[in-house]
Every structure is written in structure tokens, then in C-alpha cells.
């Protein structure tokens, strides 16, 4: 009985096979002849000839059962068409008020892919607000994005397979963690101006006001560079886009303007830069910034990036994204293309502490302004630290409309104690030695050598006069030491005045010396910290106070504690604390 079962079974096997094999060879000869609907790549239509249609409600469940608002914009017709989930910026809701085609974000449905936007859990206004509670862009707000995006591939007008993120802003925190977390989730993923890590989330380079804002009305909290204490870490940890991007499998595009919307110049391609190569070197088969860069190329720390969206700051990014998302949407996964190197060190990875773990923690770890300088056009320059490991930069301050803003931070620096300028040129000096910088910011001398400097400032656009505790010398770029003197003992500042004379604060006085050896002047005061000899007046910081010596004798004392001075027309600029402010003349104030 049971072997014939088992001869049964056998032949009815067989029979399925020749019948699989049969009707395979019968779709070869004879292939089918009734319609076939075109790819979702073939039903993109760039003139946008697409009637839209809206479907929204609460659509979508998270792993926790609460229900999202999701809204979907789709084109009218028959076909499985391609799809792109929007993530806003900040902490912000997709969906807002009523639908309209006018005020969609990325408006790509009448080109014949789907358009999808929803509320993060607890976000959104009234009726369109979602349930549960969200974390600030963390791995309950990132699930929630993979809920919706499995929603939407699971739509019988979807095609599973080109479906991609285009994230905005701070909602690349959102984006970037989902998709290194769940690496096949999407076909690709468009990056606008996001933060790579929470320094440029919290607006750290643009001063105190702006990083209590993003204190006060977004994180609770401040960046790991400002804060690296072992909680704040490991709760960023779970929010910088720049550790997940690497784990993606698909196709990347970054998008960046010519001056981003946040971040001031330099510090405003950084992200870019970073994001762009680690995902280069990391899993995504395909990476590139904007549309006319090279595929797979790295990019050096100041290596510039020669297609950025401009001119200036974009004012509106919609036919930008409809651009990019159909220029995704259209790509086919392929071979990667080779890797194009970098010009110089590529920007990989953050240097100061708590992204460089070699480092040690920050001592102090509070924000420190050591020097500042005046150009003659009245901008403001100066280098800010947490301690020698911590967070650094180097930035430049105009007042341009009443209003006194940054203009550019440089920030690949470390333990930044000095600066000066001469007409374009900006010298700085780390705990990587001393570097000038040419107009925009790239480094155009650089001499690793310099270190433990108590003060170098400009003696001549190719020269250097160069201070340490004992010794005094200038120097030529070329390295050539034109004049040195070991004089002196306990230098605390020096300050190039004539090309034979040098301002020089001692433990006890202030004087101005010639390169001869020969005393000009000389004040006693007791720790002097910096001065400044302008129009025969000698303007001196004090701990308490600084005081104007005129002749001899003091004329006026302001109380103040300074730790620097600069003088420019008379107005007396102060650094104290965190505080870079104006004496005298116009009111002017920047907390750094």
C-alpha cells in the first residue's frame, strides 16, 4: 500500500515538472500577446501630462499600533508607478492643512511617481495630527518612516522596486539612520542640506543664541561637541546621519546649494563632503553631490565642490527635487563606478573629541575665545575651542544691516589659540602648527612645525613674526629666520608694529622694542594679557580692566575682564568670556 502511494506521488511529481517545462518553452516560442504594463520607469513622463489624485487618512500603523496621517499624492492611470516618501526638516510634519497641488514639496505626480507625506508620531496639527509619541528623529521616529515606506510599496499602483526618501534639512536625521538601519529598504535616497552630526544640527559655528534656540525649542539638549558627557553622546549616537549612511545598498544624491540654508560658508560643505564620502566608501552603490559632480568621488577636506546649486542660498528647492527624484527614479542599479580619489586627505571622519575617541575629554570644557583680529574693512575674526580637544573653529563676523552675523567658520581645527589677518589672507594657528588661509578658506601655507607658540601674527605678506615664551624671532614662509632674540623672558603676547618694532607684554610691563635691542617704551603693570599700540595711545588688558596710557600716565580705565584687545578707529573690541563686544564707539556684541 505504501510503496504504491509513494509511485504515485513520483509520477504526479514528474507530471508537474514536464508541465512547468512545457509551458516555459510554449512562452518562449510564443510569447504572450496581450498588453503589458510598461516599467515604472517607463511611465515617468517629464512633461507632466499626469491628472493627480489624493488619498490620505491615518493609513499607516507603527510596530506600536499607533496610527499615522499619511497623505499621497498619485498619478491618474493603470501601471505600478515609481514612489518618493518626504521627510520635512527640524521636527516638523509632513502634513499641515488641507491638500492642495500648489504647496506640495516635492511635486513630482503628474510625472508619474507617487508622492507621499506623513506625521512622525505625535506630530501634525488637529485632524491631521498622528498618534503615539515620537523621540526628536530617533530610532521611534526612524521605525515609523520604515512603516510608511512599507505601506507604500505595498500598494498595488507601486512598484516595490523604485522607491525611494528625499529628506530636507534635520529630517536627514530621520532618513539617513532608517535607511543605514534597514539597508534595502529603498532604491535611493535624496539628502538636502542635512546635518551630518549633531554640531551642525545645533548650529554650534553660529553662536549662543542660536545654539539655546535649538536647545529651548528643539532637542533639550545641546550637541556632543558642546556637551560630550556619556548620556549626551549616546543619545546623539542614535542621530547623526554621518555614522548610518554608510550601511545603505542603494544610490545616494546629496544636494547642497552654494551657501547652505544654515550654515555659514566653509562649515556649510562640510556635511556634504562628509556624508558624500562615507557613503562612497561605504555600502550605497552609487554616490554623488548635486547633478553635474562626478559618480563615486571623494573630496578632500578643502577640496572644492565644483557643481553647487546657486547662485547664492536657494530660495526654492521644488523643481530642484522633482529634478532630482526623477533622475532617481530612472537610475538602474548597475556596477559601481570606480572610486575618482580625493584632492588631499579626504574628509572621513570628525577630528576633535568625542568623534575622535583617541582624544582626551576637554579640559576646560566650556567654550574658550582665545585671540581675535580686525581687518581694516571692520570685520571681526577670531578662534573659538573647548578646551585642546574639543570642538574648534575659526570664523569671520560683519555687521551687515544692523545685524552682526558670521560669515564663514572654518572648522577643521584643534586647539586654535591664534589669529591674525592681512588684506585676504587669514592666519591661524592649531595644535597642528600655523596656516594661512587664502579668501575662501582654503590653505595655502601650512608649517606643522609651529607649535607651542605663545602668539604668530603677520610681519608682512611673507613674513612671520613668531613668539614663544623665551624667544622671539620673524620668519619667512620659505622658512628662513630672518631675525630672532632670546631677550625677553616670559612673553605673553607680541604684536608686529613697523618693520622694526614690536609690542611686547611681559610679566611686569608692556614695551615696545626695535629688532636692535633697543627699548622705544615701556610701562610697568602688573600681567599684562594683551595690548595694543595705536595712534601713540597704548591700549592694555588687564584682568580687571583695560586702561589707555597715553604719555605715560593712564587716561581712561574701562572695568571689564578682557582676555584680549584689538583697536580699529578709536573703537576699543574686547574679548571677555565667550563675549567678543565693542568698549567704545558703536554697540557691537557677538557671544560666540
Same mark, same amino acid.
Given at each position: 500500500m505504501m510503496r504504491a502511494k509513494v509511485v504515485a506521488l513520483v509520477v504526479v511529481l514528474v507530471a508537474v515538472i514536464a508541465l512547468a517545462s512545457l509551458w516555459l518553452l510554449w512562452g518562449r516560442i510564443w510569447p504572450p500577446t496581450g498588453p503589458q504594463l510598461p516599467s515604472s520607469i517607463e511611465l515617468i513622463d517629464e512633461e507632466g501630462g499626469y491628472n493627480v489624485e489624493v488619498v490620505e487618512g491615518y493609513l499607516v500603523r507603527t510596530d506600536e499600533g499607533h496610527r499615522l496621517y499619511v497623505r499621497i499624492f498619485k498619478p491618474v492611470g493603470e501601471?505600478?508607478?515609481?514612489?518618493?516618501?518626504?521627510?520635512p526638516g527640524g521636527l516638523g510634519a509632513g502634513v499641515m492643512g488641507p491638500a492642495s497641488l500648489k504647496h506640495r514639496q516635492v511635486?513630482?505626480? =503628474?510625472?508619474?511617481?507617487?508622492e507621499v507625506y506623513f506625521n512622525a508620531p505625535g506630530r501634525g496639527p488637529g485632524d491631521y495630527r498622528s498618534e503615539g509619541t515620537g523621540d526628536k528623529n530617533g530610532p521611534?521616529?526612524?521605525?515609523? &518612516?520604515?512603516?510608511?515606506?512599507?505601506?507604500?510599496?505595498? &500598494?498595488?499602483?507601486v512598484d516595490p522596486g523604485n522607491v525611494g526618501i528625499l529628506s530636507w534639512s534635520f529630517g536627514v536625521t530621520m532618513a539617513a539612520c532608517c535607511v543605514?538601519?534597514?539597508?534595502?529598504?529603498v532604491k535611493f535616497y535624496i539628502d538636502c542640506e542635512g546635518p551630518s552630526h549633531s554640531v551642525l544640527a545645533c548650529c554650534d559655528y553660529l553662536g549662543a543664541a542660536h545654539r539655546a534656540d535649538t536647545h529651548d525649542n528643539l532637542f533639550g539638549r545641546y550637541s556632543a561637541g558642546f556637551d560630550p558627557s556619556p548620556d549626551n553622546v549616546a543619545w546623539w549616537e542614535e542621530r547623526e546621519a554621518f555614522r548610518f549612511i554608510g550601511r545603505f545598498k542603494g544610490a545616494y544624491l546629496r544636494l547642497q546649494g552654494q551657501k547652505g540654508h544654515m550654515q555659514p560658508e566653509v562649515s556649510d560643505d562640510y556635511p556634504a563632503k562628509l556624508m558624500?564620502?562615507?557613503?562612497? &566608501?561605504?555600502?550605497?552603490?552609487?554616490?554623488?553631490?548635486?547633478?553635474?559632480?562626478?559618480?563615486?568621488k571623494l573630496y578632500g577636506i578643502e577640496e572644492?565642490?565644483?557643481?553647487?546649486?546657486?547662485?547664492?542660498?536657494?530660495?526654492?528647492?521644488?523643481?530642484?527635487f522633482r529634478r532630482a527624484v526623477i533622475e532617481m527614479a530612472k537610475l538602474v542599479p548597475g556596477e559601481p563606478e570606480p572610486i575618482k580619489p580625493a584632492v588631499g586627505r579626504p574628509l572621513t571622519a570628525i577630528m576633535h573629541y568625542p568623534y575622535n575617541t583617541s582624544l582626551p575629554y576637554p579640559s576646560p570644557d566650556q567654550l574658550q575665545v582665545p585671540d581675535m583680529a580686525i581687518g581694516l574693512d571692520g570685520r571681526v575674526y577670531y578662534v573659538a575651542r573647548l578646551g585642546d580637544t574639543g570642538e574648534c573653529w575659526?570664523? =569671520?563676523?560683519a555687521r551687515r544691516d544692523g545685524i552682526i552675523k558670521l560669515d564663514w567658520a572654518y572648522p577643521y581645527l584643534l586647539g586654535a589659540y591664534a589669529i591674525d589677518v592681512l588684506g585676504e589672507l587669514t592666519l591661524v594657528a592649531d595644535a597642528g602648527g600655523v596656516r594661512i588661509l587664502n579668501a575662501t578658506c582654503q590653505t595655502i601655507w601650512h608649517n606643522s612645525s609651529l607649535t607651542g607658540l605663545v602668539d604668530v601674527e603677520f610681519a608682512g605678506p611673507n613674513e612671520l613674526l613668531v613668539a614663544r615664551e623665551d624667544e622671539l624671532f620673524i620668519m619667512e614662509l620659505s622658512g628662513h629666520i630672518t631675525w630672532r632674540t632670546d631677550a625677553f623672558s616670559g612673553i605673553r603676547d607680541a604684536d608686529f608694529i613697523a618693520p622694526d618694532r614690536i609690542l611686547l607684554c611681559l610679566p611686569d610691563r608692556v614695551i615696545l622694542t626695535d629688532t636692535s635691542g633697543s627699548k622705544v617704551l615701556e610701562y610697568l603693570v602688573d600681567s599684562p594679557i594683551d595690548a595694543e599700540l595705536v595712534g601713540g595711545k597704548l591700549y592694555i588688558a588687564v584682568e580687571n580692566a583695560v586702561i589707555v596710557v597715553d604719555s605715560g600716565r593712564v587716561k581712561e580705565s574701562y572695568p571689564c575682564s578682557p582676555s584680549d584687545v584689538e583697536v580699529i578707529d578709536e573703537a576699543i573690541?574686547?574679548? =571677555?568670556?565667550?563675549?567678543?563686544?565693542?568698549?567704545?564707539?558703536?554697540?557691537? =556684541?557677538?557671544?560666540?
Open positions: 501601471g505600478h508607478f515609481a514612489a518618493v516618501v518626504f521627510v511635486p513630482v505626480a =503628474e510625472y508619474g511617481i507617487v521611534v521616529d526612524q521605525d515609523a &518612516l520604515r512603516c510608511v515606506v512599507e505601506y507604500v510599496k505595498s &500598494l498595488d499602483y543605514g538601519r534597514y539597508p534595502d529598504l558624500n564620502n562615507l557613503a562612497v &566608501l561605504g555600502q550605497p552603490w552609487w554616490a554623488r553631490i548635486n547633478f553635474k559632480n562626478p559618480v563615486n572644492p565642490i565644483p557643481d553647487l546649486i546657486g547662485p547664492g542660498k536657494v530660495g526654492d528647492w521644488r523643481p530642484i575659526a570664523g =569671520e563676523l573690541f574686547i574679548i =571677555e568670556g565667550a563675549i567678543i563686544r565693542a568698549l567704545t564707539g558703536p554697540t557691537w =556684541e557677538f557671544e560666540c
